[in-house]
């Protein structure tokens, strides 16, 4: 299975921009459909983004469409989140999610529960 580890989040201040990596690890990341989460105190876990294996093909929400871009590098086994523009509200732990390209379904699923692999997270926090 796939090991996967987030890095890039920090403190900025509103308006300003970080790009989130999350590497692979135990298997190549080509066998899988990617999503990016966050997470807000006291809040359920949103989904932000979605890239199909490939890469060819990408999903956001409308909360976030226009400000984040979601990417990936097969070769490097790693799926990048740019954040733009950033608000207060965007502060939350970001993670990303793997599941299976063979699965069912739509490669952009929004619900948590349909990603097996999960990051540990990292923090962005955003200030006004």
């Known amino acids: 299975q796939v090991q996967l580890v987030e890095s890039g989040g920090g403190l900025v201040q509103a308006g300003g921009s970080l790009r989130l990596s999350c590497a692979a690890s135990?298997?190549?990341?080509?066998?899988?459909?990617l999503g990016w989460f966050r997470q807000a105190p006291g809040k359920e876990r949103e989904f932000v983004a979605a890239?199909?294996?490939?890469?060819?093909?990408?999903y956001y929400p409308d909360s976030v469409k226009g400000r984040f871009t979601i990417s990936r590098d097969n070769a490097k086994n790693t799926v990048y989140l740019q954040v733009n523009s950033l608000k207060p509200e965007d502060t939350a732990v970001y993670y990303c999610?793997?599941?299976?390209?063979?699965?069912?379904?739509?490669?952009?699923?929004?619900?948590?529960?349909?990603?097996?692999?999960w990051g540990q997270g990292t923090q962005v926090t955003v200030s006004s």
């Open positions: 999610a793997a599941r299976s390209r063979y699965s069912s379904g739509n490669y952009y699923s929004t619900e948590v529960k349909l990603y097996p692999y």
């Open positions: 890239i199909s294996w490939s890469g060819d093909n990408s």
């Open positions: 135990g298997r190549t990341l080509s066998s899988y459909n």
